[in-house]
């Protein structure tokens, strides 16, 4: 019997988040919903500090305000500078995955964060940067991560074009996933729209964050829909 090549046995499910950035601020809520009617999988809600990226999104008190209004499962994307010190108060509000910075981060640092997200029954996740490399304590801990965000514009703004310059080290990465057998999530954030999705998820990526991609087309309930026949068209199917 051949064996089969293990990227093609272990297909991830296609993933949509959209990322409610990029939706009226005033009205968070209703982008939420539009996230929940369009059968999105997880919600993406991006938190920055205006220290680590160049702009101040929301905290904890929004997070745990739109936790009343929904069930989805809440993605935390934290672009801040001292995760450690607010980590336990985005569990508290109600995420599901909390996902830290690999480039304020170092392997005493992700541990410490890893025990205190786990020991809240919690998924952990990493981000990388356009342009940082998977550090080596991170890719020793891959299978701690439920998801690794491969960023493919500079964290701070929804509405930016796609840096298709990534593209490589997202082949890598998936590679590395693939062959541990991980169940890591290959998350692709930034300037996901219908016209890259396929070449995203050829390259490996399978959970898309869709700011833009969503919020900013006619029918948004109906664009999440779109990304995810256009990923699976694109993975032949599956
Ligand atoms: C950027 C954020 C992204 C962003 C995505 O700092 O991490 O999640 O909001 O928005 P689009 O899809 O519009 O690039
Ligand atoms: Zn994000």
């Known amino acids: 019997m051949t064996e089969q090549p293990r990227t093609l046995a272990k297909k991830k499910p ?10 009226d601020l005033s009205r968070l809520g209703e982008a939420v919903e539009i996230a ?22 929301f905290g904890p008190g929004t997070v745990k305000a739109l936790r ?5 499962t809440f993605d935390t994307h934290l672009m801040i500078s001292e995760p450690i010190r607010y980590v336990e108060r985005f569990i508290e509000a109600g995420s599901d995955i909390l996902t830290f910075h690999a480039e304020v981060l170092n392997a005493e640092s992700f541990d410490l964060l890893q025990g205190m997200v786990h020991a ?13 490399e998977l550090p080596r304590w991170a890719e020793e801990r891959l299978d701690s ?26 082949e890598r990465i998936s590679a590395l996933i693939a062959e541990g057998d991980y169940e890591t999530n290959i998350e ?9 999705v396929g070449e995203v998820v050829r390259r490996g990526g399978n959970l898309l964050v869709a700011g833009a991609g969503v919020y900013a ?12 026949a256009r990923a699976t068209a694109a993975r032949g199917g599956a």
């Open 68 to 72: 009343k209004t929904s069930d989805l």
């Open 217 to 228: 087309k006619k029918d948004p309930v109906a664009a999440i829909a779109d990304l995810r």
């Open 36 to 57: 929940s009617r369009g059968k999105a999988d997880m919600v993406h809600l991006d938190v920055i500090d205006g220290h680590f990226a160049p702009n101040i999104t």
């Open 120 to 132: 809240k029954g919690k998924g952990i996740g990493l981000a990388l940067k356009p342009q940082t």
């Open 188 to 196: 692709i954030d930034g300037g996901v729209e219908p016209e890259n």
């Open 145 to 170: 991560l439920k998801t690794l965000i491969v960023m493919t514009v500079n964290p701070g703004f929804s509405g930016q074009t796609m840096d298709m310059s990534v593209m490589p080290k997202l």
């Open 14 to 23: 296609i993933m949509v988040a959209p990322s409610v950035l990029a939706w």
